[in-house]
């Protein structure tokens, strides 16, 4: 399989942001676990992130001919793209949305997703594991259809 996993805004700074919320793993560090785990499967997997909304929907279209689905944790944009939604739904690839904190358990404005409805399945609450049982999760939904 081929898949994309995606990280918006802040997400660069994971280690150091917030580490009570967000864990001290580093962006790397949660790469390496994903691409470790894709080589274990013979999977592909490749990782983008960036803080800019319409280059996270470029990347979407850039690959919507080359990968199976999508493991996304769009950070705040989770709660306020609605452009990013419709990219994802635009390319018709299944997409698991993830987050590490439990966003249900946070500030009312984290507890709106515009791309839960959407998504074949959603993990949160987890920490870095949440990308692990997303990119799980994806590939099982992937190889049952």
Do not use: C
Not at 2 to 18: A, Q, W
Not at 60 to 75: C, K, L, P, Q, T
């Amino acid at each position: 399989m081929r898949i994309d996993v995606l990280h918006g805004p802040n997400l660069n700074l994971l280690g150091t942001r917030e580490p009570e919320i967000y864990g001290a793993d580093t962006l790397e560090d949660v790469e390496a676990r994903i691409a470790r785990r894709a080589r274990e499967l013979g999977d592909e997997v490749s990782f983008f992130q960036t803080n800019s909304e319409g280059a996270l929907i470029d990347r979407i279209h850039a690959r919507r001919r080359e990968v199976d689905g999508f493991v996304v944790n769009a950070g705040g944009l989770t709660h306020t793209s609605v452009a990013l939604r419709d990219a994802l739904v635009g390319v018709g690839h299944p997409f698991v949305e993830v987050h590490l904190s439990n966003t249900a358990a946070r500030e009312g404005f984290r507890q709106r997703s515009y791309l839960s409805d959407v998504a074949v399945g959603v993990v949160f609450g987890f920490g870095a594991d949440s990308y692990l049982l997303g990119f799980e999760g994806l590939r099982a939904h992937i190889a049952k259809t």
